[in-house]
């Protein structure tokens, strides 16, 4: 495909239980972006990766929240443990290169409900 | 740091009317300023951006906005709303500095009445 794809789309979980969510960015894509997005709110940043390296991930919550992309292309977001506070959309985004202004593409988001 | 306000979480238009959508942002250093759109159950789409080559900027589906540094505002606009310009506009930040990550405000819901 040609944009950003994430997966699942939906996730429910237990509170207390482990989860991952998956972004597979545009092809090529050297940097890659994960947002959180509550109800109701903008989206906030949480990591950020050029190629394999975790650059950035000031923007997360707590040691809960984990963050790979170990060749660079596919991310895995794991939440351990979670908790009623972790329901949210969560969102990847790529960019061709390593500029500021560059576009982000999106992807769909995983939206993540913890009972 | 920098952050971003939008004025109004909701805003309603006749279709026809005139679109006007409010960002004010706020940083420290030359900003770029990025106006995004999502559609429910999809993700952020580029309607446009600022990257200071020019102050008004032109972007996808007739929406424009002018940067203005000294009321540090970024305005979306389009003069003639259309049913299918229903939808949540995010106005975003970038500085030139560290990770690049954007800084959003927290979503103008656009209706638009026939």
Redesign the interface.
Known sequence: GA??SQSPRYKVAKRGQDVALRCDPISGHV?L?W?QQAL??????LT?FQNEAQ??KS?LPSDRFFAERPEGSVSTLKIQRTQQEDSAVY?C?STIG????????????TRLTVL | AQS?TQLG?HVSVSEGALVLLRCNYSSSVPP?LFW?VQYP??????LL?Y?SAATLVKGINGFEAEFKKSETSFHLTKPSAHMSDAAEY?C?V??????????????TKLSVIP
């Open positions: 944009g950003v940097s972006f947002y109701g709110q903008g989206p906030e940043f950020y650059l950035d923007g969102l985004a390593t500029s500021p202004n560059n576009e982000q593409f999106f992807g769909p988001g | 971003v979480s770029y995004y159950n999809q993700g952020l789409q580029l951006k990257t995010f975003a970038s500085v030139g500095a560290g990770s690049y990550q954007l800084t959003f405000g927290k979503g």
